[in-house]
């Protein structure tokens, strides 16, 4: 060994932060995905045409210029009847979560979830000196509103609330969203609305009205653009100005700030993609209802199931019939459930014809385990 390397062994190197050491790693299974994707409630078909257009017309040149994103902005802002200043358009709402959590939590405060949900609030908020306080849905996985409202300290600084949540689907009324709101005033209230188009009700109009309210919108959901990473914060102009100071200007790149104006406009596409799923979502609860699979209401672009203790033979069983779904059985309240995408009927059939043969499988398998 020579005497650089030798030192550099026994060098002491740098640490990160306490709280980034103690981080949980998150990697989510992205390989190999290229069958029918039931697994992260992507659009299962493609963007809009007029945006794939828009990206056939990017011209080399203007790859060499840093993306301007306030004139992007100010369009998605009529887009949602709101002012430019009020919103901001993030690198995805993964970064729109990141950039809220490291805007406003500090040591001391506490971020308040019902769980289960979206898994990135826990991580991201695991970065900082927040503290996070989980409120466990019942076997219901609805909405834990009564025991949400009893868990608001003087300490909550964010409560972070999809709407509709994942991986349950299920949703808090408009009713309730806004009385949390008035309950927590020190707090800034997070309506995460990921999968708001196969919902279809929102509190984005109470943006600027009611004070500590921020609402998340994506465009990898519907929209079908999870690969451009695109999402946004609007929320009032107070709360937006200091997380505009911690958002990067350049996070959102020039392909996605080009792609938002027409998938804005072609609203026809977003409502037949939207259509398609809500149709084929009642045809799958159907069929699971048929073979007496437990299933829980669902207003988003997805559908959890309950397999029990071959969650996990399910999944690879699944997989290997080319569809992939996704077990949450790590999920607080999720042992033994899986999450299954709702794409196009098309696909859901195929779907079902997959889940027919792997339950007999997993039928036969447990015939012959038995004593
Ligand atoms: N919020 C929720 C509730 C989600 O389920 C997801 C994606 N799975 C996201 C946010 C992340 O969205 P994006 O792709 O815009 O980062």
Redesign the pocket.
Known sequence: MTELADKSATAIIPSPRRHVQAMKEYHPPLGNRDVLRLD??ENTVACSPKVREVLGRISAGSLTRYPERAPVEAIVAAHLSLAPEQVALTN????A?HVLFETFLEEGDELLLPVPT?T?YEVYASATDARVVTVLAGDDLRFPFKRLLAAISPRTKIIAI?NP??PSGSAATRSQLLEIAVRAPHAVLLV?E??FHFHGETVIDQVGVIPNLIV?R???KAYGL?GL???LLAGPVELMRWIRRVLSPYSVNSLALACLPPALEDTAYLDWYVGEVLEARAEFEAALDEVCVRRWPSRANFVLVEIGAQHKEFTRLMSGAGVLVRDRSTDPGCHGRVRITIGTREQMRQAVAALNETLSVLKMQAHQHAP
Do not use: K
Request: no cysteine; charged share 15%; hydrophobic share 45%.
């Open positions: 992260f409630n995805g709402v993964d970064e979560i979206y990135m999809a949540n994942s995460d990921a999968y998340a994506t465009f990898s999870a990473r695109l999402g």
